[in-house]
């Protein structure tokens, strides 16, 4: 299982990016992914997660409306669309899967570990 995430960057306050997730070695159709991101100095937190048996989305209130959560099977990618930027979005952001279907109790925001990991792509918000 490899997840590689890309498409981080420099972007002003208001701005939009999209980051994509490729895996290989597995399918990602069966597997529910999610966008996770860390500031130096501080804990990982969740960003969204998209459940694979339902497609259900998650995400953390900070992001909630702003970011959006897709994956496309037939490509085997996944996305975090990024729009109106805030300079507290600036982290390092990370792709990550888990085999495991996640629910409202059970996803990236609590209950549920997910144990596939990307190296990180960097986003930078800031004028």
């Known amino acids: 299982v490899q997840l590689q995430a890309s498409g981080g960057g420099l972007v002003q306050p208001g701005g939009s990016l999209k980051l994509s997730c490729a895996a290989s070695?597995?399918?990602?159709?069966?597997?529910?992914i999610g966008w996770f991101r860390q500031v130096p100095g501080k804990q990982r937190e969740a960003v969204a997660c998209?459940?694979?048996?339902?497609?259900?989305?998650y995400y953390a209130d900070s992001v909630q409306g702003r970011f959006t959560i897709s994956r496309d099977k037939d490509r085997n990618m996944a996305y975090l669309q990024m729009d109106s930027l805030k300079p507290e979005d600036s982290a390092t952001y990370y792709c990550?899967?888990?085999?495991?279907?996640?629910?409202?109790?059970?996803?990236?925001?609590?209950?549920?570990?997910?144990?596939?990991w990307g190296r990180g792509t960097q986003v930078t918000v800031s004028s």
């Open positions: 998209l459940s694979y048996r339902d497609g259900r989305k």
């Open positions: 070695g597995f399918r990602l159709a069966v597997y529910s």
């Open positions: 990550a899967a888990t085999p495991y279907y996640l629910t409202p109790s059970t996803n990236c925001l609590g209950g549920r570990t997910f144990e596939s």
